[in-house]
């Protein structure tokens, strides 16, 4: 494994060194950094053209000032990194250009990758397993509308639908019965569609959800909660609850009572704990705290899975691992809720409840609250996560599909069934690890795409991130700048290269030992 993770690594970074280069010299030789200089007519201009002309090498030919340039990225194995300076940011130096943008962008890329990847693959190995039915033609209908729409206008329309329409709803918070009655349908016929079966099944999956969806928007807007949201216990039992069905329908099922079991009294465990785990939230007021209590429900988890999980404990163990992993997103989003009125009296007017612009508002940045920023971040990360995700997960839901169909007629998948073995666990234990397979070589090609996504999303929801480091660079022709931002993606593009490598190994036996 690890003589085919270094093979991939060492064919990366040559391709990186090759393009590398071609950027540099194509955008070197595009314009004249200097061109606003060289038409001002302050007297000073000339002394500040020779000046630049000597720090940034102009007098060399563009290859030359690659590999000057390709020198001082080297130096970074020393820590002496140079990665010279920017003219666009007036002679500020790319790497302090850099650290002051990588944050926002990597928040925004993450967050759309890892949902991209989980929400896509969810949904194309539940059409596959409908082949045929009208969920998976509908599914299919709009991965393609997804798959074909450009980002910049679904983040336009992001903004003004998700944003502006939606915090003028906010303003005065009433649904239409109209509204409750149309969502409650397309919940019921989306569950019936997941679900299949007989019809008895299906009408009974629309009733349940459809009605349960109805009932809970008649009681917040009854309740006014868009005001005031908030979680409180009862919110964090029933999601706690929730969660907790989900992850066993989908790991070992209802039928086995040992992992019901252990997911039972890890919900407990959540709900006992949330009120001391409030007092920790309030005194340690920390990112790290929400590692921490993850750490600790997981850990429980797997400790109340093994202990009860009998012949199966290691199955059970993930499964009470994951619940109580999981289990602490509702604990999180509690404390957000808490803030929400001073967060709504400390953002500007103008602004609204979802943001528009920036990846933060500054009168909340400077306060010292985690859980204020936390919900000040979210409101903001929002709809440019939501842009950049839809169209990788169109892809994804694509790719899952077409493999899951593909592994379902293999000849061991077949034995599986002729054994006696459920279809639960043909699907996940045997079809669903080689079915991502190709999915976990696609990774690090998606990644490209999505951080080309980001420089127009940032453009259009204001972000001062590396997508405005970019469209700054080849505005001025600033080589340094541009091949900053090129340097950041293409470290992150290995970066996800080799775990991609490392996820396909895994989950391929055949990498292992060969």
């Given at each position: ?14 391709v ?48 030359l ?48 990758t ?40 679904v ?74 949201p ?36 890890v919900?407990?465990?959540t ?10 939230f ?9 590692l ?16 009860v ?32 009125d001073?967060?709504?009296a ?23 609250d ?61 079809a ?45 022709t ?25 996820l ?11």
């Open positions: 494994m690890l003589t085919f993770v270094a093979r991939r690594l060492v064919a990366t970074i040559l990186l060194l090759v393009a590398s280069f071609v950027v540099y010299v194509l955008t070197a030789n595009s314009g004249d950094p200097l061109q606003e200089l060289r038409g001002s007519r302050d007297p000073s201009a000339q002394d500040q053209i020779k000046y630049l002309s000597g720090v940034l090498n102009l007098d060399q030919p563009p290859v000032r690659y590999f000057s340039w390709l020198g001082g990225v080297g130096a970074c194995f020393i820590g002496q990194c140079d990665l010279g300076i920017s003219v666009a940011r007036g002679e500020q130096p790319v790497i302090e250009a850099i650290s002051g943008a990588l944050g926002s962008t990597l928040q925004l890329v993450l967050a759309a890892i949902l991209a990847i989980v929400i896509g693959v969810a949904i194309g190995m539940t059409t596959a397993l409908r082949q045929y039915s009208g969920y998976d033609y509908v599914v299919t209908f709009l991965t393609f509308v997804f798959y074909s729409l450009p980002i910049f206008w983040a336009v329309l992001l903004k003004e639908f998700g944003a502006i329409r939606f915090n003028e709803f906010l303003g005065d918070p009433v649904m239409p019965w109209w509204s409750i009655v149309l969502v409650a349908l397309i919940m019921g016929f989306i569950a019936s569609a997941v679900v299949g079966g007989e019809l008895r099944t299906r009408v009974i999956a629309f009733l349940s959800v459809g009605g349960g969806i109805a009932a809970l928007l008649i009681l917040l807007d009854v309740t006014r909660w868009f005001e005031s908030s979680i409180g216990y009862v919110g964090i039992a029933l999601m706690s609850v929730a969660t907790a069905a989900v992850v066993l329908f989908t790991s070992t099922g209802f039928h086995n009572r040992r992992a019901l079991l252990a997911v039972g009294i919900v407990v465990l709900i006992a704990l949330s009120w001391p785990f409030q007092f920790l309030y005194y340690l007021n920390s990112a790290w705290t929400v921490l209590v993850i750490a600790i429900m997981a850990g429980l988890g797997i400790v109340v899975g093994l202990l999980g009998g012949d199966g404990k290691a199955v059970i163990a993930r499964t009470a691992g994951l619940v109580g992993g999981l289990g602490v997103i509702p604990l999180v989003l509690d404390q957000m809720f808490i803030r929400w001073e967060y709504v400390r953002i500007p007017l103008s602004n609204g409840v979802i943001a528009t612009i920036g990846a933060s508002t500054p009168a909340i940045r400077r306060v010292d985690t859980w204020l920023n936390m919900l000040d971040s979210f409101t903001h990360m929002l709809l440019p996560t939501i842009a950049l995700m839809i169209i990788s997960l169109a892809a994804y839901t694509r790719y899952a599909r077409a493999s899951l169909l593909d592994v379902m007629n293999q000849d061991y998948v077949r034995t599986a069934r002729a054994k006696g073995l459920g279809e639960r666990t043909v699907v996940m234990r045997h669903f690890r080689n079915a991502m397979i190709p999915i976990a070589t696609i990774i690090a090609l998606d990644f490209g795409a999505v951080i080309g996504g980001a420089v127009i999303t940032e453009r259009v929801f204001a972000w001062q991130a590396m997508g405005s480091l970019f469209n700054e660079g080849l505005n001025r600033d080589v340094n700048l541009v091949m900053g931002f090129f340097l950041v993606t293409g470290i992150l593009a290995v970066i996800f290269n080799v775990v991609a490598d490392l396909y190994s895994a989950l391929d036996p055949r990498i292992r030992v060969s």
